[in-house]
């Protein structure tokens, strides 16, 4: 099984830019299903993007599509998620989720079974 480990988070203010990584240890992404989630106080986690490894579709949450863009390494075992035009809306705690591909829906939390611990977004108006 993989572990996984967020980083790049911070604080900027509205219309900046950050590019979050998630490295995997433990094994490679070849098999999964990655994704970004977040989570503000309060609140379920919310899907934001996911990919298969093995190809396929990319899907993003309409809130971000245009803005961040998912991508990933040739060593596969790193993903990134780059934030462009960051609103305060997006402030949360932003986590990287794995599951086999095939698994379950890519926009369910509930459907993943690895998880980092989160990297916080703050982005101030």
């Known amino acids: 099984q993989v572990q996984l480990v967020e980083s790049g988070g911070g604080m900027v203010q509205a219309g900046g830019s950050l590019n979050l990584s998630c490295a995997a240890s433990?094994?490679?992404?070849?098999?999964?299903?990655v994704g970004w989630f977040r989570q503000t106080p309060g609140k379920e986690r919310e899907f934001v993007v996911a990919?298969?490894?093995?190809?396929?579709?990319?899907y993003y949450t309409d809130s971000v599509k245009g803005r961040f863009t998912f991508s990933r390494d040739n060593t596969k075992t790193a993903v990134y998620l780059q934030m462009n035009s960051l609103e305060p809306e997006d402030t949360a705690v932003y986590y990287c989720?794995?599951?086999?591909?095939?698994?379950?829906?890519?926009?369910?939390?509930?459907?993943?079974?690895?998880w980092g611990q989160g990297t916080q977004v703050t982005v101030s108006s």
């Open positions: 433990g094994g490679t992404f070849s098999m999964y299903r």
């Open positions: 989720a794995a599951v086999r591909t095939g698994w379950g829906s890519p926009y369910e939390a509930d459907d993943y079974d690895y």
């Open positions: 990919e298969n490894w093995s190809g396929g579709n990319t």
